[in-house]
Nanobody, 116 residues
Framework: QVQFVESGGGLVPPGGSLRLSCVASGDSIATMGWYRQAPGKQRELVASIATPNNVWLHASVEGRFTVSRDYATKSAYLQMSSLNPDDTAVYYC????????????WGQGTQVTVSP
């Protein structure tokens, strides 16, 4: 079993920055992903990392978000900058890659709100 615990969200003005953290307990995850779900929209993958040299970013966040992980602590991080209102969503971490997310193990997520 795996448990994902996200933190670091908050309210920031446009142009602001936030750093999200995720701790995954249980089985090791080969590719960690950050997903987000905006009100009225489907959840989408915005970033994933298998290794520091194997990173994927959604086109909408390229150049603004970076993803990293700490294997020792089973943690993943999403550094977000130049935030805009379209980034407002609940952010979740979960498995990514070819196997996709562990659908029965979504965490609570962390709310990111970008507003003046």
């Amino acid at each position: 079993q795996v448990q994902f615990v996200e933190s670091g969200g908050g309210l920031v003005p446009p142009g602001g920055s936030l750093r999200l953290s995720c701790v995954a307990s249980g089985d090791s995850i080969a590719t960690m992903g950050w997903y987000r779900q905006a009100p009225g929209k489907q959840r989408e993958l915005v970033a994933s990392i298998a290794t520091p040299n194997n990173v994927w970013l959604h086109a909408s966040v390229e150049g603004r978000f970076t993803v990293s992980r700490d294997y020792a602590t089973k943690s993943a991080y999403l550094q977000m900058s130049s935030l805009n209102p379209d980034d407002t969503a609940v952010y979740y971490c979960n498995r990514a890659g070819s196997l996709g997310p562990l659908r029965d193990y979504w965490g609570q997520g962390t709310q990111v709100t970008v507003s003046p």
